[in-house]
């Protein structure tokens, strides 16, 4: 079954940092488009960052110089590491994978259950 | 950065036809996907490429793309459609190229 399976959110103080893991199963992470979406408690969705197949990496302006997007191949998984991190930064997390497989699309067709991210003293 | 609006709301009554629009500055030259969240579960996508349908997606579910607005059409509106809907495009030629708009409530009446 083709499917992602996050881990790693919870409470963290104002200023600390925290690493979300993304487990794949059924496809390759290093074969994909993979993306980190966030979503604020009653907001909208935000883009987060995206890892491209051959390993380029971007981020969103909220986010950039803070987050790190990498991937383990042999345990294929995604991660995001996340520093410096500030109350506004409290949402669930989504890791999603790009349904494309020859360019980024940014279609994401399949997409972990979410984990939750609260930053609070 | 690119902006994409939706309306905040939509409203619609069962066996009717909802419309969710995405604004964006000549949207018509990008491709345009479609979301569907329900309370407390992850998005899943309905449209991809303007107007393709993942497997699975009922044919009720439809999109159209152009100048500067991307429309959603949800046919015979079931009451199980009532979610939340949000427009997303990729715009490769920006450092941060994921864009989702504002998403839209849409509820049966």
């Known amino acids: 079954e083709v499917q992602l399976v996050e881990s790693g959110g919870g409470l963290i103080q104002p200023g600390g940092s925290l690493r979300l893991s993304c487990a794949a199963s059924g496809f390759t992470v290093s074969s994909n488009y993979m993306s980190w979406v966030r979503q604020a408690p009653g907001k909208g969705l935000e883009w987060v960052s995206v890892i491209y197949s051959g390993g380029s990496t971007y981020y969103a302006d909220s986010v950039k110089g803070r987050f790190t997007i990498s991937r383990d191949n042999s345990k294929n998984t995604l991660y995001l590491q996340m520093n410096s991190l500030r109350a506004e930064d409290t949402a669930v997390y989504y890791c999603?994978?790009?349904?494309?497989?020859?360019?980024?699309?940014?279609?994401?067709?399949?997409w972990g259950q979410g984990t939750m991210v609260t930053v609070s003293s | 950065s690119y902006v994409l609006t939706q309306p905040p709301s939509v409203s619609v009554a069962p066996g009717q036809t909802a419309r969710i629009t995405c604004g964006g500055n000549n949207i018509g030259s990008k491709s345009v996907h479609w979301y569907q969240q329900k309370p407390g579960q992850a998005p899943v996508l309905v449209v991809y490429d303007d107007s393709d349908r993942p497997s699975g997606i009922p044919e009720r579910f439809s999109g159209s793309n152009s100048g500067n607005t991307a429309t959603l059409t949800i046919s015979r509106v079931e009451a199980g459609d009532e979610a939340d809907y949000y427009c997303q495009v990729w715009d490769s030629s920006s450092d941060h190229p994921g864009v989702f708009g504002t998403g839209t409530k849409v509820t049966v009446l």
């Open positions: 999603a994978r790009d349904r494309s497989g020859y360019g980024p699309s940014g279609a994401f067709d399949i």
